[in-house]
């Protein structure tokens, strides 16, 4: 599973890099299903319930699942979140970035921060013997104090030889007892964060998610496995983010 998501973690990077005012959507999935390829591995995305890209691309309003399209080009000031999963050796991996493009207003600067902190965050309450709940209460009550709203309606969840498997991983605290965390398990956290109101909406493709009152929103990713060691996240990308 590390393996996988080090594949993950090389292309998101790589989007990093390229993702620039005038490159298309298509352009940059492309580039994604070829490395993905490149390393023996398969799109996790590509025929996933029908999903025709490997590559979801969602910028501004769009909180995730976005469609990869020849017409649409970033822009300057928009900021544009990557999901990208791959399927290497029978194990999934799966990992999400939102990425500026070029300059971008400072309350979105902001809110893009306020998302990747909330993850590292709920990353440290990845330890034995801990709540799923502790994980969600890391994002919500960091996110909620930056005066920001927590998407509901999309959780985390786990993974493994399956993309998505059970627990679900909320951004929000839920009633009730949830499950402890093992030694061994494997979690996707994925916080999606909404400058305005919390409420989403699918568009009419069946896919694009937006935000409810058009505002922007942010997405990110890490599959993080439960051990003895603490919290050891699989998909980071140190190994290619030029550290």
Not at 33 to 61: M, Q, T, W
Not at 156 to 168: A, D, T, V
Request: charged content about 20%.
């Amino acid at each position: 599973m590390q393996d996988a998501n080090q594949i993950v973690a090389e292309v998101l990077c790589l989007m990093q890099k390229t993702a620039s005012p005038g490159i298309s959507t298509y352009e940059l999935d492309r580039m994604a299903e070829d490395l993905c390829r490149k390393r023996n591995s398969i799109p996790a995305f590509k025929g996933y319930h029908g999903f025709p890209a490997s590559l979801c691309v969602s910028i501004n309003e769009e909180v995730v699942h976005g469609i990869p399209s020849r017409k649409r080009k970033l822009k300057k000031g928009d900021i544009l979140s990557v999901d990208f999963g791959v399927r290497y050796k029978g194990f999934f991996g799966d990992s999400a970035v939102t990425i500026p493009i070029g300059k971008v207003k400072p309350e979105i600067n902001e809110l893009v921060f306020a998302t990747q902190q909330s993850l590292e965050l709920a990353i440290e309450q990845v330890i034995i013997g801990n709540r799923i709940s502790d994980i969600s209460k890391a994002v919500q009550s960091y996110v909620e104090s930056k005066g920001y709203s927590v998407v509901r309606q999309f959780v985390g969840h786990g993974i493994g030889s399956s993309l998505h498997e059970g627990p679900e991983i909320p951004n929000y605290v839920q009633r009730g007892q949830s499950p402890r965390l093992v030694e061994g398990m494997v979690i996707a956290i994925e916080p999606m964060v909404n400058l305005g109101t919390h409420r989403v909406k699918v568009l009419r493709d069946g896919w694009t998610v937006i935000t409810a009152d058009k505002k922007p929103s942010a997405h990110f990713e890490h599959s993080v496995a439960v051990t003895a060691d603490g919290p050891l996240v699989l998909s980071n990308r140190d190994n290619f983010s030029g550290h």
